[in-house]
C-alpha cells in the first residue's frame, strides 16, 4: 500500500480561486491528502469573489509536516499570505526540511523570492510580477521546476501546474491515472 501524499494549501482573502480549485482538485484526484488552511480566517473571499471555506486554521498545521507547500496566487491574497509570520515560519520549515514548494501567478515572486526562500533559482511567475524577482532568476516559461521548487506562469497554467505536482510527487502509474480521468491525452504536459 502507497502512504498519503500530504499537501498544504493556504488560502487568503483575494487568493485566485482558479488557480486554488485546480491544485486541490487535481491532487486530490491523485489521491493526496489537501489542507486548505485559512490565513486570517476559515472563510476566505478569493480575487473573483468566489468564496472558499478552509478546512484547518494555520495554528492546528503548525506542527504538521507535508510533503509539499502549494500556494495560489491572486492579489491581493499572495501580500496576504506573504506578510502571515506564523505561514512563512511554516514555509521555512517545510523549505529546510526539504518538501517540495510550489506557487502560481504572483506568488513565486510576491512570497517565495520577496522571503528569499527561492534565492539563487530559476523560477517563473505572472509577468506582471516578473520586476519584483530580485533574489531569484526570473524565466518566462510557463512551468519551472528548480531543485525542490516548482513555478507556474499564471491561472491559465494552473491545470498543467497542478499535474506537473502530480507527476513529482506521486508513482508514473498515478499521474496516468489522473490524466485519463480528466479526459487528458499522454502528450498534454
Known amino acids: 500500500m502507497e502512504r498519503t501524499v500530504k499537501i498544504l494549501v493556504p488560502l487568503a482573502e483575494g487568493s485566485e480561486e482558479l488557480e486554488a480549485v ?10 493526496a491528502k489537501v489542507d486548505i488552511v485559512g490565513i486570517g480566517g476559515k472563510s476566505v473571499t478569493c480575487s473573483k469573489g468566489v468564496k472558499i471555506e478552509a478546512e484547518v486554521l494555520l495554528d492546528e498545521v503548525g506542527s504538521l509536516y507535508y510533503d509539499a507547500i ?22 521555512r520549515n517545510h523549505f529546510e526540511k526539504g518538501a517540495i ?5 504572483a506568488s513565486p515572486a ?23 524577482v530580485k533574489h531569484s532568476f526570473y524565466s518566462p516559461d ?13 491561472a491559465g497554467y494552473a491545470i498543467d501546474f497542478a499535474l506537473k505536482l ?22 498534454h504536459i
Open 70 to 91: 502549494v500556494i495560489p496566487g491572486g492579489m491581493p491574497g499572495a501580500e496576504n499570505i506573504r506578510n502571515s509570520e506564523e505561514f512563512v515560519s511554516v514555509l
Open 166 to 187: 502530480v507527476e513529482l510527487l506521486f508513482p508514473p502509474h498515478v499521474f496516468e491515472e489522473v490524466k485519463k480521468g480528466m479526459g487528458l491525452s499522454h502528450s
Open 101 to 105: 514548494i510550489g506557487a502560481i501567478c
Open 22 to 31: 485546480a491544485i486541490v482538485d487535481v491532487l486530490r484526484r491523485a489521491g
Open 110 to 132: 510576491v512570497v517565495l523570492d520577496y522571503h528569499g526562500i527561492t534565492k539563487g533559482r530559476r523560477i517563473t511567475c505572472h509577468p506582471a510580477f516578473s520586476h519584483l
Open 142 to 154: 510557463p512551468l519551472v521546476i528548480d531543485s525542490q521548487f516548482i513555478t507556474g506562469k499564471s
